[in-house]
């Protein structure tokens, strides 16, 4: 039973790395003409540089595809400057909780690590088979090593005989319980935090908050931190973003083309963001400790034992970020002066499940009576 479990999860997993290993888009680079022909060949395959933030902030350059993505969320991670996090390998922009793999040469989304026991990366997509894994592997094996340590005792209390294939057996149970179990621990810990391997090494995040009304919005209030200092950083940017003007020489289709841009951003609406920053030791999706793992197990019992269905934290349709977000993101709104905001997505999310449930004992208590 323990091994048929073990390998229901890592075929799982094998699965899951061939079909949907939790990467990102890959865009391809600019190619560029080579300077020297060979034989009529004179394109070549360049490296991708590193976009202009400065250039495209400036409206002198259109920036990439895909922020829309971004500016239609309540927030996101950004840079300092509040554009998204640009990957100049996979030329495209990172979501957020997106890291670069260089061993897959992928950006993966969650990503934790890349495990060569399953030859492929642990991201959002196999950390809850990961976990199962892992742990029927260490069940098993300590199933193993239990049997014969009891095989070896009672054929020596028996024969007065010690089998080396026994004592084989249980040293190598021994030893891969203890491993199994390690990865097990740790990986039981990031999910109760709500954190990957690479988050836990502290990052301070830069996070762009949508704001209603920017006309009203007068900044953050000049509130001190025990340590004597103010808030280190904030500003804010509005989306979408001056696209890049026409060359010199056509001042008339430059005026009539801005003209044409402004009615569609007027059209759109435009969106103003609040980009603030988080301390090292902020994790804005971190909600509470059984709600971090029940987005990464699921919300039911059958879901934690059998690897089936994906985890919760695969979906990104929610409207006000990627991931449900944490107490941290509220306190972030309340010490930069934002307006009155609503509880954060994960939040909001318990308090409905909760008032559900009390509603439905409340009626079963109602029948039964």
């Known amino acids: 039973m323990l091994l048929f479990l073990w390998a229901l999860a890592y075929f799982r997993i094998l699965l899951t790395i061939v079909s949907n290993p939790g990467y990102t888009r890959k865009r391809p680079g600019p190619r560029s003409t080579s300077s020297r022909e060979k034989d009529g060949r004179s394109s070549s395959a360049l490296p991708n540089p590193t976009i202009d933030r400065q250039a495209i902030l400036e409206g002198r350059v259109s920036p990439p595809p895909g922020v829309e993505h971004f500016t239609n969320k309540e927030l996101f991670v950004c840079d300092p400057a509040g554009l998204p996090i640009f990957c100049d390998t996979c ?30 990366v642990v991201s959002e997509t196999t950390t809850k088979f990961f976990i199962q894994m892992t742990f029927y592997g260490t069940l098993f094996c300590l199933f193993l090593f239990s049997v014969s340590v009891w095989l070896l005792v009672d054929q020596s209390r028996r024969i007065m005989i010690i089998n080396g294939n026994w004592v084989a057996t249980a040293a190598i149970g021994g030893f ?11 990986s039981i810990k990031l999910a109760l935090k709500n954190m990957t391997t690479v988050e836990e090494l502290g990052r301070v995040y830069f996070l762009a908050i949508h704001i209603d009304n920017p006309e009203q919005y007068d900044g953050p209030p000049p509130i001190e931190d025990p340590s004597g200092t103010t808030r280190p950083y904030h500003q804010t940017i509005t989306y979408p973003l001056r696209p890049a003007v026409a060359p010199l020489g056509s001042a008339g ?15 759109k609406g435009l969106r103003t963001f609040v980009i603030v920053q988080s301390k090292p030791s902020d994790n804005p999706w971190c909600l509470s400790p ?6 990464i197990m699921g919300n039911s019992f059958i879901d934690w034992l059998l690897p089936l269905k994906y985890s919760p934290c695969c979906s990104h349709d929610d409207p006000e970020s990627d991931y449900p977000l944490g107490p941290d993101v509220e306190r972030l709104k309340r010490e930069y002066g934002l307006m009155p905001w609503q509880p954060p997505s994960g939040i909001r999310k318990h308090k409905k499940q909760r008032r559900r449930h009390s509603h439905s004992r409340k009626h079963t208590s109602r029948t039964s009576r």
Do not use: Q
């Open 290 to 295: 059984m709600e971090n793992l029940k987005s």
């Open 176 to 186: 891969f319980s203890l491993i199994c179990f390690g990865m097990t621990a740790n």
């Open 91 to 120: 030329n495209n922009y990172k979501p957020d909780r997106t890291h670069h793999c260089s061993e897959a040469n992928r950006c993966v989304r969650r990503f934790d690590h890349y495990c060569p026991w399953i030859g492929g």
């Open 253 to 267: 289709s430059a005026s009539e083309e801005r003209d044409d841009v402004e009615a569609n951003s007027s059209s």
